[in-house]
């Protein structure tokens, strides 16, 4: 998968998720417009019917405040993928925070994973943690391990968190839960490299079974001709 193919797949998944978002507000802006002339009809002057009127208008502008926020994580999202991409020019090499990484990723992959029955969880990190490794090319990882587990069906919980393991960076992958955790489990243990990274950059999955069914990621330079 090269840089292109990945940024169409974000892309498309996240253009999908903000049209959603946009309805939403859109739905709800024009509830709010019709309880806001409601308020002035002879049967919405009572108490009871004042009192609902206002209820409903509160959740209307609650639902359109939560999709604004949520469209704003999606632009954010989207936002990066693009600076993201400037990596194949040398213009955003790195180094990069793998947590924000994560966090973008999920944001951006929502939609793909619906579609498969994946959950994506982006773990909460203590404080950022940095690896002199191009964005892109972890968000192409991310999305690898994705596909192996929907290839062999989805139904499973994923959660990626930025971490350390022998003081090297890299990402903790966990296969939480899911009808088919196991078989997801046994396609990420037989796939320990992943061929997202360009050369000069190595991304290895290795299984982390000191602590439980959990890999890392771990994401490095090497030698161009070794890739």
Request: charged share 20%; aromatic share 4%.
């Amino acid at each position: 998968m090269n840089t292109s193919q990945c940024t169409a797949r974000l892309l498309a998944s996240a253009v999908h998720d903000m049209r959603n978002v946009l309805a939403v507000i859109r739905e709800s802006a024009g509830l709010a417009q019709d309880l806001a002339a409601m308020a002035d009809a002879p049967a919405a002057r009572n108490v009871s019917g004042a009192l609902a009127g206002k209820q409903r208008l509160e959740a209307a502008l609650a639902e359109a405040q939560r999709s604004v926020g949520q469209g704003a994580a999606l632009a954010e999202a989207m936002d990066y993928l693009a600076q993201s991409g400037g990596a194949e020019s040398g213009e955003h090499g790195g180094p990069c925070d793998l947590a924000r990484v994560n966090r973008s990723f999920c944001l951006l992959a929502a939609r793909q994973a619906r579609a498969a029955q994946i959950g994506l969880v982006s773990g909460e990190s203590a404080e950022p943690v940095w690896a002199s490794v191009p964005p892109m090319d972890v968000l192409r990882a991310l999305l690898e391990i994705f596909d192996l587990c929907a290839s062999v069906g989805g139904q499973v919980q994923l959660r990626f968190t930025a971490g350390r393991r022998q003081k090297e960076e890299g990402i903790v992958v966990e296969v939480l839960e899911g009808a088919n955790r196991e078989l997801a489990l046994a396609a990420m243990t037989g796939s320990p490299m992943l061929s997202g990274m360009r050369p000069g950059w190595r991304a290895a999955l290795m299984p982390w079974r000191e602590q439980g069914p959990r890999f890392f990621l771990s994401l490095s330079a090497c030698d161009s001709d070794a890739a």
